[in-house]
C-alpha cells in the first residue's frame, strides 16, 4: 500500500504492507532512528511517539493507521539546535546513561508536562512507570523533569 504519513510536519509517502508497524516506517523507511525499539510489546516505552500530540507506542502502531495524523519524534524535538527545556535538564542532571530509553521518556515527558506543568515527584514517578531504564535507578530522571517543569513554568509567566 502507498500511504501518506504526515511526521514532524513534513509529508512522506511510504509504500509499506498493511503490518508494517510506525516504528519501522520511522527506521528503516524514513531514517529517524531516534526512536528505538526495545521489547516489541509495548512495555519498555522506548518506542514512545507522540501521534496527535498524546504519547503513543510505535510498536504497538501499524503505519497504515497513520494516516490523517501528526506523528512526531524526538528528531523534532531540540528547535534550531537548542535542547527543549526537557532535553536540557535531562543532560544536566544525568538523566541518561546508555540513552536507549531516553527518547522514549523525552516524548512522554513532553507531551506530560505540557498537559500537567507542575507535577509532584509521585506523579512523575507515576508516569515513568511506563518507560524502562536498566541504566539510571531512575533518581536523576525524576530530577531532570522537576528541573524541566520549574524551567517550563518560568518561561510562562
Known sequence: MLISLSVNGETHEVAVSPRYLLSDVLREKLH???????????VCGACTVLIDDRPARACLTYAVQMEGHEV????????GGVYSPLQQAMHEEHGLQCGFCTPGIV??????????????????RDVLSGNIC????????????????????????
Open 107 to 124: 516524548m512522554t515527558f513532553e507531551a506530560y508536562l505540557r498537559d500537567n506543568p507542575d507535577p509532584s515527584e509521585a506523579e512523575i
Open 134 to 157: 536498566r541504566c539510571t535507578g531512575y533518581q536523576n530522571i525524576v530530577t531532570a523533569v522537576q528541573k524541566a517543569a520549574a524551567v517550563m513554568r518560568a518561561g510562562r509567566k
Open 72 to 79: 512526531t519524534t524526538i528528531e523534532a524535538v531540540a528547535q
Open 32 to 42: 529517524l532512528t531516534g526512536t528505538h525499539v526495545g521489547c516489541e510489546h509495548g
